[in-house]
């Protein structure tokens, strides 16, 4: 993972906030849903001020294939409709957890079990939680 102290420099000044409606938004869940990804789930951390970004978006996958498949089609989908690269790509190499940065928006493609072992619904209890 990052440094903490890198993440200070990733919010620009006049970084627009997103909302669920954003293009990028629905595109990732479009591209989730696409590839069969399973129990998605958004939550929003615009109220929390130590959060580093707007959304993250949580699935499941139950294989390996399927994890890659569906982050590949999440960067595919978001490139291509919207000309938009993730700040941050990173477990590929495990697929257990692959993690996709789009600054205002975290990606999290999931096996079930690291799913209920790192509990990120859990961890940012304060925010709203909505089922896709």
């Given amino acids: 993972m990052e440094p903490l102290a890198s993440l200070k420099k990733r919010n620009l000044t006049g970084t627009i906030r ?9 595109t990732i869940l479009e591209a ?3 590839k ?24 499941e996958a139950s294989n390996q294939p ?3 498949t569906i982050a590949e ?3 595919d ?3 291509a409709l919207l000309s938009e690269k ?19 928006i975290v990606v999290h493609v999931m096996y079930p079990e690291s799913r209920r072992f ?3 619904e859990e961890m940012w209890s304060d925010a709203s939680i909505i089922n896709h």
């Fill in 18 to 26: 997103l909302t669920r409606n954003s293009k990028i938004f629905k």
């Fill in 32 to 34: 989730i849903r696409e």
């Fill in 36 to 59: 069969k990804g399973e129990n998605i789930v958004s939550i929003d951390l615009r109220k929390i001020s130590e959060a580093v970004s707007d959304f993250f978006i949580i699935c």
């Fill in 66 to 68: 399927q994890i890659r």
């Fill in 73 to 75: 089609n999440v960067e």
């Fill in 77 to 79: 989908k978001v490139r």
């Fill in 86 to 104: 993730p700040y941050h790509t990173e477990g590929y190499k495990n697929l257990q957890w692959v993690l996709i940065d789009y600054v205002n």
């Fill in 118 to 120: 790192y509990k990120l």
